[in-house]
């Protein structure tokens, strides 16, 4: 049986997170222990820790996670079965990611798997001004295998709030629920919000008067690395009148991060993860460069990793929140590693390049194609909908990214086409030909 088993309550959560940094690691280390012996346990990481001659019992501070060996995606892809022991600890609950070979990958939840990320979303609803009796509106599904919306269903159950379980799409169905139900938060992608802000303007409402004080986002960034709202967070958040709480998180990790009421990075959740920051060689980065989020996700028994490489780019901020804990927070998603563009001698995303066309609003969609180019330098396209000057993306581009790639206008129509083509869960807005 798993060494963990127990949930904090409320209280206990909100203690540790006031905590020196000495007992906190003190709390995290125990835990960290009890998790790479659970890890221990399954076929994938007995024979690593055998190779390495590893015992958890040899670590001796937070730091000695450094010496294991990162665990990556394409490790996932030779299935679930080397990462987990089912016959010890039995699944309730079967989700699945997108993986590296376009295999789905399964990622298995013990009773006790979700037991702990409903305490999660708890800590992280609290954190963001929820409390019990108020109410949220989820429009994100809760089908499909897809576990975010039970975790925030789960958490808002937990904490003693509301959840309207309302799903994906239809805004006339969720202005009805919103003026009937009357939720103070609102969960759900950025972009879907604003069109259902939008769509209550034009038939007559109005989402300023909503009694919406909260807005949880999922799925797309709505800051800059400097914190600072991009044009759609901007507008996401006048249009409803009410605050953005970004959440991040990923299957694999069990563990969801989002903002505190100060929205400076989302807050670690101490009892839950350790967080590293790497480079591209696997060596950790000093707290507030950039760089490759890892994360040991602490007490999952149905499929624990160690130190998983998440592919995504962010830094830690551990200078002090003014809400008043002490952990410190994970700055807003930068990009994703596998997007990473070299043009001229400068780094970029594809989503620097997005945040920034959001500041032409006539752009209706657009993607970014990259080709290989001469001296190990890529060759950037963006592919640009609507009715849209071209010099006028080019100059934009140049002041705040200092880049010229090359701009294709195209129809409304065409941009929307080819990004769905591939028929993925998203719109695809990268191609890479490289
Ligand atoms: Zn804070």
């Known amino acids: 049986m798993s060494t963990i088993n127990k949930t904090y309550s409320l209280k206990e959560g909100l203690a540790l997170r006031c905590a020196t940094p000495e007992s906190r690691e003190q709390t995290q280390l125990a835990l960290l222990r009890s998790h790479l012996q659970q890890a221990s346990r399954m076929p994938f990481y007995k024979e690593r820790f055998r190779e390495l001659g590893f015992n958890p019992e040899d670590i001796q501070s937070l730091a000695d996670l450094a010496h294991l060996p990162l665990t990556s995606r394409r490790d996932l892809d030779g299935g679930y079965a080397s990462f987990s022991n089912e016959q010890e600890s039995p699944f309730a609950d079967i989700a699945l990611t997108s ?86 938060f609102l969960v759900g992608v950025p972009t879907f919000l604003l069109q259902l802000a939008q769509w209550g303007l034009a038939n007559g409402m109005s989402p300023q008067q909503a009694g919406i004080i909260g807005i949880i986002t999922i799925g797309e960034p709505t800051r800059h690395a ?44 101490p009892e839950l993860m350790v967080v590293e920051i790497v480079d591209d060689e696997g060596t950790l980065l000093p707290v507030g460069e950039p760089g490759e989020i890892v994360v040991t996700p602490l007490g999952v028994e149905g499929m624990p990793l160690v130190r998983f490489r998440t592919g995504d780019v962010a830094r830690l901020d551990d200078t002090p929140c003014p809400c008043g804990w002490q952990t410190p927070r994970l700055g807003h998603i930068e990009g994703r590693l596998a997007q990473r563009l070299k043009y001229r ?60 790639p090359t701009i294709v206008i195209k129809s409304h129509h065409e941009v929307a086409a080819t990004m769905v083509q591939s028929g993925g869960r998203k719109p695809q807005k990268f191609f890479d030909y490289r």
């Open 99 to 184: 993986g590296t070979t376009g295999d789905p990958v399964v990622v298995p939840y013990t009773p006790f798997d979700l037991e702990r990320l409903a305490y999660n979303e708890m800590m992280a609803f609290y954190g963001a001004g929820v409390r019990a009796g108020d109410r949220a509106l989820l429009t994100v599904t809760l089908d499909r295998c897809f576990i975010a919306g039970l975790a925030y269903y789960s958490g808002l159950v937990k904490l003693g709030a509301a959840a309207i379980r309302s799903g994906a799409g239809q805004p006339a169905r969720q202005w009805h629920l919103i003026n009937t139900l009357q939720p103070q």
């Open 226 to 269: 400097d914190l600072t709202l991009t044009p759609l967070g901007e507008l996401l958040k006048e249009s409803w009148g009410a605050p953005l709480f970004s959440s991040y998180g990923a299957t694999e990790l069990e563990t969801a991060f989002c903002e505190c009421s100060h929205r400076r990075g989302g807050h670690v959740h």
């Open 345 to 404: 001698g400068t780094t970029l995303y594809p989503e620097m390049i997005f945040h920034a066309l959001q500041e032409i609003r006539s752009v209706q969609g657009a993607y970014v194609e990259v080709r290989s180019g001469y001296e190990l330098a890529d060759e950037v396209t963006v592919v640009v909908g609507g009715q849209v000057d071209e010099a006028q993306v080019s100059e934009l581009l140049q002041a705040k990214l200092r880049v010229r």
